[in-house]
């Protein structure tokens, strides 16, 4: 019985030594504290020909719009990002109503967006977003009215252009 308790006695001592072994190691802990987080600023304008935000501004369609117009500048603005520390990306919408602009969208009048590259002024597919290249970028609209065989359906008609810009955050990638 002696030999069974000492067995016994031996045996835990065993285990609590392995168990001790096997917690005690070396350990370190670091800690950052004190870091200030900052929201980025997101400030970008854009303003018409007259450099004044764009609101309620209108193209410029003065007189008759016939067949045979093409590239008439219609719409220029510039796009500024003021300090913004947000990487943003353009939408441009061309909403369009009335008779010279049916819904079954065969309409003779089209749009086209430039944007100043240099000294050139480059098209742009408005049916995607934009990403910007510089702090200022300056945009024209042009409109046309290209010779089809049904130009005398539109005769007399009316139409109106909404011009939307949308400027949003962009996903970095």
């Known amino acids: 019985?002696?030999?069974?308790?000492?067995?016994?006695?031996?045996?835990?001592?065993?285990?609590?030594?392995?168990?001790?072994?096997?917690?005690?190691?070396?350990?370190?802990?670091?800690?950052?504290?004190?870091?200030?987080?900052?929201?980025?600023?997101?400030?970008?304008?854009?303003?018409?020909?007259?450099?004044?935000?764009?609101?309620?501004?209108?193209?410029?369609?003065?007189?008759?719009?016939?067949p045979g117009i093409t590239n008439k500048e219609v719409y220029s603005f510039q796009v500024r990002n003021n300090d913004s520390s947000v990487p943003v990306e353009y939408i441009v919408n061309f909403l369009k109503s009335g008779g010279l602009f049916p819904e079954n969208h065969r309409s003779p009048i089209l749009i086209t967006l430039e944007k100043l590259v240099g000294e050139k002024w480059v098209e742009q597919d408005y049916n995607k977003p934009i990403t910007p290249n510089s702090d200022v970028e300056t945009y024209r609209v042009l409109v046309s009215w290209l010779h089809s065989g049904n130009d005398i359906n539109f005769q007399g008609k009316t139409g109106k252009i909404d011009f939307e810009l949308i400027v949003k955050q962009a996903d970095l990638k």
Request: charged share 10%; hydrophobic share 50%; aromatic share 14%.
């Open 1 to 66: 019985m002696k030999k069974k308790w000492m067995l016994s006695l031996f045996g835990m001592g065993f285990i609590a030594i392995v168990v001790v072994s096997t917690v005690a190691h070396f350990s370190k802990s670091f800690t950052s504290a004190n870091n200030i987080v900052s929201a980025a600023t997101f400030s970008v304008d854009a303003v018409g020909p007259n450099g004044i935000s764009i609101g309620d501004a209108q193209f410029d369609l003065a007189g008759d719009f016939y």
